[in-house]
């Protein structure tokens, strides 16, 4: 049912295109491109997981790794472009409390409604939470630090890169260690994809044009986001922490709520915490040295705001996770921090 939706959702890529041409409003666009993304970040997921399938567990497990996030690497890299380095900052804090807050919460409140008490495995749980706190660390850590830096913008840009390279090398032994042992914080049940129904040929091709499809939205997406912001009236902080995440993950999010309805929680969790520590650890840290190619130079250094709802989300999902089982109460829980959260961002003044 998800995925026919998703599909229909491909009707507006033609309307978005068309829009952009026609000279149409920037509300109008930026609507219509974000709506446009979804469908196209789907079949990037779904063209990597096919070949992931092909390639077996360890392959496939590294392109899930690698490719997960594309969708958002790639409108990050436009508004890098742009200049807007407080909207890609917010994306970044925004997607990793989306998985953790929104995608985890709605997993665990529609799976216990349907199964009651459902259980996973514990020590693997412990894995990723404690990977979960230290990834938020690692974000923490530059942000508290540079204000004694700040007036040496040098050094500032040198602590953060230093940072994320020890953040890469730290998700490369992650990466590793699951393709080692198949039981890491990245780990997945084998590919979400449970058949063949693509050929190789296919797979890319899609690949390529989804991919290509997403770049030129993303790039007329990040061109509206000023305009939109004037005329709605929001910041560029909201947009970022609600309405970008959303709209690049929001397939591998409805992927992990069906999983989780179909009691299969312990993917849905990989689903989920993985994808957080992916934008954590390999993601953000990307960008910094991305940013380089460019004028505008992106720092690890986020808002006390975005930090307080980074430390908090890390934590309340850790702490349902621990004890390798969770009630649907536990999964409104963290829909009612994310709520709040939402609501903080919103009224937050730009």
């Known amino acids: 049912m998800f995925k026919r939706i998703i599909y229909g959702l491909l009707v507006f890529v033609p309307a978005a295109i068309v ?28 063209a990597t997981e096919e070949l992931a399938s092909r390639t077996g567990p360890r392959v496939g497990g590294l392109l899930n790794a690698t490719l997960g996030n594309a969708a958002e690497v790639i409108i990050a890299i436009f508004a890098i472009r742009e200049g807007l380095l407080d909207l890609v900052k917010a994306s970044i804090t925004g997607s990793i409390l989306g998985n953790l807050l ?41 942000s508290l630090f540079s204000r004694a830096i700040e007036p040496d913008f040098v050094a500032e840009r040198a602590f953060s890169e230093s940072v994320a390279i020890v953040m890469i090398a730290l998700y490369g032994l992650s ?60 910041t560029e902080f909201f947009v970022g922490i609600i309405i ?3 709209v690049g993950n929001v397939a591998e999010h409805l992927v992990a709520v069906e999983v989780a309805i179909k009691n299969r929680m312990e993917l849905s969790l990989s689903v989920s915490l993985g994808s957080s520590l992916q934008i954590a650890l390999f993601v953000a840290p990307l960008l910094v040295f ?61």
């Open 102 to 142: 929104l995608v985890l919460g709605l997993s665990v409140l529609l799976g216990g409604l349907r199964n009651g008490i459902q259980t996973f495995d514990r020590r693997q749980a412990a894995l990723n939470g404690t990977m979960l706190m230290l990834a938020v660390s690692a974000l923490v850590i530059p």
């Open 175 to 234: 990466v590793f260690y699951y393709l080692t042992t198949q039981k890491g914080p990245l780990a997945r049940e084998a590919a979400v994809v449970e058949e063949d129904h693509w050929s190789v040929r296919r797979s890319l091709i899609t690949l390529g044009l989804a991919t290509a499809g997403v770049a030129f939205l993303s790039e007329v997406l990040v061109g509206a986001v000023e305009p939109v912001v004037e005329t709605l009236g929001l």
């Open 19 to 46: 829009a952009e041409l026609m000279g149409a409003s920037p509300t109008v666009v930026f609507i219509l491109s974000a709506v446009a993304i979804i469908p196209l970040a789907d079949l990037i997921g779904e």
């Open 244 to 246: 970008i995440p959303i």
């Open 290 to 350: 991305i940013s380089l190619l460019f004028d505008d130079t992106l720092l690890l250094i986020f808002t006390d705001f975005e930090l307080i709802a980074l430390f908090s989300a890390s934590l309340i999902a850790a702490l349902v996770a621990l004890d390798g089982e969770s009630n649907w109460l536990e999964g409104a829980q963290l829909l009612a921090v994310y709520l709040i959260i939402g609501l903080a961002f919103f009224f937050l003044p730009s």
